[in-house]
């Protein structure tokens, strides 16, 4: 925590043109996230008092997403997109009453770093631009110092040679305190160009009333700005990168790890083993010491310890699978709970499902949860025995210890201790099937 209070403004209004898209810039996901998730991930940490999101182009869409992502943002909108300093004094009367520090930050920023925002956040500075030391300076704005900290920005348009040759760029990201955003918000002119109202503007104004402007720098791949598609594939790889190191610093055996593909909350225990091609969708947890064998997919699921999953298996929102539970080859679960030593071993479909502790699924098992308009679940007991190709029509139960024959369709509830057999009698007729193929053989010749 700072000392002083924190508020996020984060800007999601552009369009993304160069995206080529009719989605909202910032909704593009990487990994598995919108964008703008990544920012409100990151500035969670600092526990903000407050949250605020810049939405304009395909707003309706921006706020529903950041509704899921944080419910407790706020969403100003900017119905012209009139530059950033315009941005923010749209976001600020969402603030009103707080008196802390601002950080504000870009929907289309992903990576930069918690301990980068909380430099910004505990800077003793009025005002701290984040800036960056790049290797090929281009375009971007110069940051101009001296001994008493941030003299001033210069657009490289702007710039004479001697300026442009300096290497600390502008990230555009900036922190300052509440107070002084609302004081010189208004003193920005648009007198350029674009006829936009910058943000950049703010340390300057400051500086010229005798605030203290400083600068924080972070490495170069923590400003990575997403405008394309080809720059979102390289932030997605990038992302990758960083997901695995991490994952293997801590302790997660992975057998190829470069085709291991993670999201940005998946969360995994030390010595779980991770085989290759397995994807984690959003919302996946895994405990120590459980395995997730190859080719298998994982999304909104929890994997305690000691259980293993796949090959070749799906699990999908709302799986909870008990410890030493057993999910096997092509095997789909979906918004169900696996207790303790439940073993799904193949070819099996459990949605709207409860399974009880020991109990053994046989392969081809379907729960029939869906009567075309409703759901509806399947409760399983303890130490039960569902015989291969089972249907099971919901709403249903089958007790504690019962077992259910093999090819069974189950409708109607099953005691405790009982076996339930459900399915047309066999009948046999002998002869018939060489009869049969006599017959088919003269009419094919024929």
Same mark, same amino acid.
């Given at each position: ?12 209004a ?13 909704? /593009?996901?990487?990994?598995?996230? @919108?964008?703008? =998730?990544? !920012? ?7 526990? @903000? ?5 810049? &939405? ?7 706020? %529903?997403?950041v ?15 009139l530059? $950033? ?13 707080f008196?802390g ?11 930069i770093?918690?301990? $980068?925002?909380?430099?910004? &956040?505990?800077? @003793? ?10 290797? #090929?300076?281009?375009?971007?704005g ?8 941030l ?26 305190d ?7 918000? *208004?003193?920005?002119g ?10 950049? #503007?703010?340390p ?12 924080? $720098?972070?490495?170069?791949a ?34 190829d790890?470069a085709?291991?593909?993670f ?8 010595? !779980? ?6 994807v ?6 895994v ?9 298998c ?13 796949? *090959? ?10 008990g ?15 696996? #207790? ?8 099996t479909?459990?949605?709207?499902? /409860?399974?009880?502790? !020991? ?8 729960t029939?949860?869906y ?15 569902? =015989? ?6 919901? @709403? ?12 069974s369709?189950? $409708?109607?509830?099953?005691?405790? #201790? ?5 399915? !047309?009698?066999?009948?046999?007729? *002998? ?11 003269? %009419?094919?010749?024929?």
């Open positions: 925590m700072t000392e002083k209070p924190v508020a996020l403004i984060v800007l999601a552009g369009q993304g043109s160069r995206m080529q898209s009719d989605l909202p810039k910032v909704l /593009h996901r990487l990994g598995g996230v @919108p964008l703008v =998730g990544h !920012a409100l991930s990151t500035g969670r940490t600092l526990e @903000p008092e407050a949250v605020v999101v810049v &939405a304009g182009h395909g707003a309706e869409a921006v706020a %529903k997403a509704a899921k992502l944080n419910p407790e943002a706020k969403i100003a909108l900017q119905e012209q997109q530059g $950033t300093g315009h941005a923010v004094s749209q976001a600020l009367p969402q603030l009103e009453g008196e520090r601002v950080i504000v930050l870009y929907g289309d920023t992903p990576f770093g918690q301990e $980068t925002l909380a430099s910004l &956040a505990g800077h @003793p500075a009025d005002v701290v631009v984040l800036g960056f030391e790049a290797a #090929d300076p281009g375009r971007y110069r940051l101009v110092t001296g001994p008493e900290g003299e001033r920005i210069v657009e490289y348009k702007d710039a004479d040679e001697a300026t442009r040759a300096i290497r600390l760029v502008n990230s555009g990201v900036l922190a300052a509440a107070a002084l955003l609302r004081e010189f918000l *208004p003193m920005i648009n007198r350029n160009a674009a006829g936009e109202y910058y943000l950049t #503007d703010i300057e104004l400051a500086r010229a009333a005798g605030h203290r402007v400083e600068v924080v $720098t972070c490495d170069e923590e400003t990575l700005g997403i405008n394309t598609r080809v720059e979102l594939a390289a932030a997605e790889a990038a992302f990758q990168v960083r997901a695995r190191a991490r994952a293997l610093e801590d302790g997660v055996t992975m057998t790890p085709t291991v593909w999201a940005l909350d998946t969360c995994i225990g030390r010595d !779980a083993v991770i085989g290759q091609n397995v984690f969708g959003p919302g996946v947890t405990e120590s010491g459980a395995e997730i064998l190859p080719f997919h994982l999304e909104g699921c929890h994997v305690s310890a000691g259980a293993t999953v796949g *090959p070749f298996a799906r699990l999908r929102p709302g799986a909870e699978l410890g030493d539970v057993h999910v096997g080859n092509f095997v789909e679960i979906k918004n169900s709970v696996l #207790d303790e030593g439940a073993k799904v071993g193949h070819l479909y459990l949605g709207d499902a /409860h399974v009880g502790e !020991a109990t053994n699924i046989g392969a081809g098992t379907v029939c949860n009567d075309g308009v409703s759901k509806h679940r399947t409760e399983i007991g303890a130490h039960a025995f569902i =015989g291969s190709d089972t249907m099971l029509v919901a @709403p249903v139960r089958v007790g504690a210890r019962a077992m259910t024959g093999s090819g369709v189950i $409708t109607e509830d099953v005691p405790d #201790d009982a076996l339930a057999l459900g399915r !047309a009698k066999q009948v046999v007729k *002998p002869g018939l099937a060489t009869r049969l193929m006599q017959a088919l053989r003269q %009419k094919k010749g024929n």
